[in-house]
């Protein structure tokens, strides 16, 4: 079992930056990859970035066209931590977002963490 803790979220503007934060505990997720999540209102929720499982050369990402040049995700395995950066934040990045492994794991789903962009 592995609980997520998201954090990191806020208000920000357009065009603005933020860096999201996720604590993984219970277990090591050194061996799993690992994504990000969103879903806002009315919305289902859809896949934002993923990160494979460290090797000791490389890590290997991939993005949803609409983040893509924008966001960075990257881990830190000794904090058993995953990481969102966020830059150039638009309207439409509005949601909740939430880290699990990937693919997903319907019982590891967090709280999540609201970030919210105004025009």
């Given at each position: 079992q592995?609980?997520?803790v998201e954090s990191g979220g806020g208000?920000?503007?357009a065009g603005g930056s933020?860096?999201?934060s996720c604590a993984a505990s219970g277990r090591t997720i050194r061996w799993d990859a690992m994504g990000w999540f969103r879903q806002a209102p009315g919305q289902?929720?859809?896949f934002v970035a993923s990160i494979s499982w460290a090797t000791w050369t490389s890590t290997s990402t991939n993005y949803a066209d609409a983040v893509k040049g924008r966001f960075t995700i990257?881990?830190?395995n000794a904090k058993s931590t995953v990481y969102l950066q966020m830059n150039s934040l638009k309207p439409e990045d509005?949601?909740?977002y939430f880290c699990n492994t990937?693919?997903?794991d319907y019982s590891y789903w967090g709280?999540?963490?609201q970030v919210t962009v105004s025009s």
């Amino acid at each position: 079992q592995v609980h997520m803790v998201e954090s990191g979220g806020g208000l920000v503007q357009a065009g603005g930056s933020l860096r999201l934060s996720c604590a993984a505990s219970g277990r090591t997720i050194r061996w799993d990859a690992m994504g990000w999540f969103r879903q806002a209102p009315g919305q289902e929720r859809e896949f934002v970035a993923s990160i494979s499982w460290a090797t000791w050369t490389s890590t290997s990402t991939n993005y949803a066209d609409a983040v893509k040049g924008r966001f960075t995700i990257s881990r830190d395995n000794a904090k058993s931590t995953v990481y969102l950066q966020m830059n150039s934040l638009k309207p439409e990045d509005t949601a909740v977002y939430f880290c699990n492994t990937n693919p997903p794991d319907y019982s590891y789903w967090g709280q999540g963490t609201q970030v919210t962009v105004s025009s």
